[in-house]
């Protein structure tokens, strides 16, 4: 089962499991769709995952088995606003299914849950760490990483073309709500002049410095990179820009108040583009084929050795696991002393901050 | 010169005309910077057009010359907020650089200002379509089209994968503000369900029961494909979606107000995505590379023949030209009887409206 | 069913005329799998093509029907070297299976045994034309050509930034057997410096001297195209270069060949790339996708106003349709009248001979 | 300067070392054109890297600088077929020229050359690595490898389309003379059924089991990636297949000869792509534009601190550097025991030999 956001590679992790398991193993796999809902609403929804179902799987985006971003056994709505704890009603189904065990692809959340059903009601799991943001502390990397990367990056080269023919300053938004690990990756990829972390909160004198010392130098454009989490420095910014801006904004994202508050210093247009859902969908770049493809074997490799309780993850090019508990730790976030944050300091990129 | 916005294929056409005027012919081609500017500002920003300069150019985005939105010649900014007519001074420009005539790369605001310049003030010139939103009645296509819709094709692409996933409403917005060529070429290209377009004005309850009808028959996502000038039918619901939303909207543009009106009907995520400047920028596409050879062949070819006053064009599949005057017309639109538009509403897309 | 070989955009005109002929007019459609072969063994292969048919398809390459290069009903192997005439057989099958009548996706060879089938055994038929090549003159251009030249195209471009860095002669084939389409559009997109065409035969000496020459001007390198068809004008020249070149070659295609002939004359390195079916794999551009549906749709729109025996086409930017006696002509190769041609000719690009 | 074959990535690694260089620590860098060439010919041939020469080479594919192949200051031509040592004449062209020190991107071969020019000549050195074939054993991944398997795994995908729609056997070479990494990392991210490598001769008879296998599993087609130096295990098979085959073989490469051999003993059409050159050139991917750029820095880094004589790499994630006597080593090639090629064995995939 696939819990929480999309991400590209979902496919080839199943496909990896089926590929070893039905194939080599021999062993019957079956899909839960819609992460729990397919286990929790009657007539349950579950996928036989044959050698058929994995053909043509692995640069296919998405996933066969849908996912779903709430799906909270322990907290499981009572359709009258509130929630009810349903995990043992889910844990019978498991049983009632004659399922072995459970692997669970997903993030922290969805870790955490599979880990509490382990503990609390005795389903053997093993998880698949999954997110986009690559955030995950006990991972590396995770596969979606890198294609959600592709995107920004190959948004970042479009706007350049055209942001060179006409002087201005394009912002582009990328995911990252806690993280910035896309926004950084891209924007280095890229070759953003400035680049905004939610680690790092933002100088708009510092970045309006950048765009005027740039177009000094004959470079009348200036790329921001901007996660969807960060924010100025000074929360007094914000509503000035507000109240002084064209309007009320409330849709307005992070690099939307960025464009406004450099609007208020530098007489320069700038444009906005939102890249949203385009970063998880579309077919996984190899890199992240080949990460999902090892997943889906090693998270095999595990059952088969009878180690539940482990999530399968990527640590200095090895594929191993950890324990599932030492898997469900707090977002791994953008440190200031981050040898690519430091390198991009190095090449002139301008972070919005002294670090 | 190029004039107006960005298109995939300028630098295309500059290096049709370099090769065959100063590779073939043997002539001098000068190119101006920004637009008019590079004739207006002192000192003139001109760059040698070379067999040199003509290198690499196909596949590159954006323009070599720069362009610019604002520069009419006979209307110029006097710094104290009005405006000036400075043609004649522009036109001693060019003959005092000696240049014989000019080719404008534009769209009908630039063709129409360069036309003023041979009819007031004796430039001879020749013309080259450029809109990005193919809304120019005297040429069938234009390069930069198909690249803008590659890349709104790409989107859906990616949209759908993780649509499929999610049980959501993907909204795309696209550019078009009068004309909605980009939204139903991209629309029908990608497998939206809906494309409302600038055109037709839409009815919020037919899109609505579209994603209510998909629903029902398992399909739990729907694509829309907004172009950016699209609205709803009646005057009245937008304001109040705006008052009932969650708040003012002022940066909201056809996408987001779509997504708010559809979220007061149904109850289901919806995303926006905003493409903006990505449709501008990066590589043409092979058909653009080739129309835009083609155009800068025949606007050498049209001097060389001295026919000055015309603009070259595409007209069922031939490259040829027409009087400049009759270049200069209203912009085409998506006509109700539009073949495709026809064809799309036969394989099922909802348009927003009884057509 | 579809005939021939593979071209990117079959699945779209299925979808299309699925889309229009199930979900439009509630029609039942069935497809033939494999050609003919579907019909002609036991048990028949035939899909029922429903609306989750079609779900997925517009982007997919290849064809969900399979198809087949050599499935001639008039003359099907006999299983002892020979043939026998099984039409009577297939038409017979067509009846017992209640279908009312055949949409046939094809090139010449499959549309003239469609209209034998309806001449000679009374089975209604409507024809798609599917031409990779495009080189049938009833139509301006089919589905699969443009994303045949976007792979071709994008390939050019790769090789050039690497010739550049090299100082090599890099010679790309592409596929054109007796029509160079596919090789002058491409090579005009992606800025070849030489094109050679099955139409043309060229001149080893000349293409020699633009190498020498533009050795002389710094560049160092050239990126021939070269159509699979394509050979040089003197008988002799092969196999003078087969006897004194490094051994006899037999699998050596005309890239081969050109880059042997060259490595008599220049000094200097030469790389072969062969792109084969790769130019027909992948998904197809949007251009082809609108093309593709709008053909699936047009066919549908043949049968519900009772038109058989005709074939749908483009032509001047208009879909309709010409009897399928007309398109089944020889086929149309490159003109030396044909203004691209002419164009690539002003822009400097080598054609081995003097046109 | 670079030396050896071009990869994606060399212009960011000179953009990421002039950015810091030239822009951070305001040094002056001096590009040398064509490995050595630049700095042996007369005139010489260097280039002022400035910021301004830094802009857009991030996506570049190609080297400004031009490379070599062949660039031995130890053993250069003579003219008269000859090589003479002018080692020395190099050296005193560096001192005459000013510069402090050398920063080599290449290979083993130039890192080879590089460390004789330091330790015979006192040249200080310091060494960025390239390989597109990854088989560097003092770094974990090089710049450029992840853009080929990219191109690779591209060319996978198409010809899986167009493979199944047509029951055919689709061989398609890539590089790797002495390491397969190339093809077993594309072969794994594209889905392949048979990797062939040149660490592992392969048994004819096991790769013809599979294809027969997966034909009686209703799997017509069979997607083969094959390293240029992959060949078959027993040395008998290959004259067999020539002095049988259709004719003498000289240009044929391995797929070329694995597809004869198969054909000896199934009867299935089968389809050979070879991609050559597209593997290294276009523009590299973001996991080759960061790492590039990353190597760039630390060369900068490298001198700044005055280690000369190391070579910058990327071990288990972190970039450091290797004494240049450390990083001239055996090349690193597939190993049995390597964890992705015990992988792709237990998905199934065939690699010609029991392992």
New interface residues.
């Given amino acids: 089962m696939?819990g929480g956001?999309?991400a590209?590679g979902?496919n080839a992790v199943i496909?990896?499991a089926v590929?070893?398991g039905v194939?080599?193993l021999h062993w019957q796999i079956v899909g839960i769709e819609?992460a729990f809902h397919g286990l929790m609403e009657s007539p349950r929804r579950l996928q036989d995952l044959t050698?058929k179902t994995s053909?043509?799987l692995?640069?296919?985006?998405?996933?066969i088995l849908?996912?779903?971003?709430r799906a909270d056994p322990f907290a499981w709505p009572d359709g009258k606003g509130g929630t009810i704890d349903r995990s043992a009603e889910l844990a019978d189904a498991i049983r009632d299914e004659g399922l072995e065990g459970l692997i669970c692809i997903g993030g922290d959340g969805s870790q955490h849950l599979s880990l509490r059903l382990m503990q609390e009601h005795g389903i053997p799991v093993v998880g698949v760490p999954k997110t986009i943001d690559n955030d995950l502390s006990a991972t590396?990397f995770t596969f979606g990483f890198?294609s959600a990367?592709?995107?920004a990056?190959?948004?970042i080269?479009?706007?350049?073309?055209?942001?060179?023919?006409?002087?201005r300053v394009?912002l582009l938004e990328v995911m990252g709500r806690t993280a910035g690990w896309i926004a950084l990756?891209?924007g280095?990829?890229?070759?953003a002049d400035v680049i905004v972390l939610p680690e790092i909160d933002y100088d708009v004198d510092r970045i309006c410095n950048t765009i005027r010392k740039r177009s000094e130098?004959g470079?009348h454009f200036t790329i921001i990179v901007v996660a969807e989490g960060a924010s100025p420095k000074s929360g007094e910014a914000l509503p000035a820009a507000r109240r002084h801006g064209?309007?009320?904004?409330?849709?307005?994202g992070a690099a939307?108040t960025l464009a406004m508050l450099i609007s208020e210093q530098v007489h320069v247009e700038s444009?906005?583009?939102?890249?949203?859902?385009?970063q998880?969908?579309?077919?996984p770049?190899?890199?992240d084929?080949?990460l999902a493809?090892?997943f889906g074997?090693h998270a095999?490799d595990l059952i088969d050795r009878g180690q539940w309780g482990r999530m399968v993850r990527l640590r200095?090019?090895?594929?191993d696991s950890v324990p599932l508990a030492a898997a469900v730790t707090p977002p791994r976030v953008v440190d200031l002393d981050h040898?690519?944050l430091r390198?991009a300091v190095?090449?002139?990129i301008e972070l919005g901050a002294e670090i």
């Fill in positions: 696939n956001g999309d590209p979902l496909r990896g590929k070893y194939g080599g819609d050698m053909q043509g692995i640069h296919r985006g998405g996933t849908g996912t779903s971003n590396d890198w990367v592709g995107v990056t190959e948004a080269d479009r706007l350049h073309t055209t942001a060179e023919s006409h002087d394009m990756y891209a280095v990829a890229g070759g130098r470079r064209r309007g009320h904004i409330v849709t307005g939307q444009r906005v583009t939102v890249l949203g859902h385009l998880r969908g579309g077919s770049v190899p890199y084929r080949v493809t090892r074997v095999i200095d090019g090895v594929v040898p690519l390198e190095k090449i002139g």
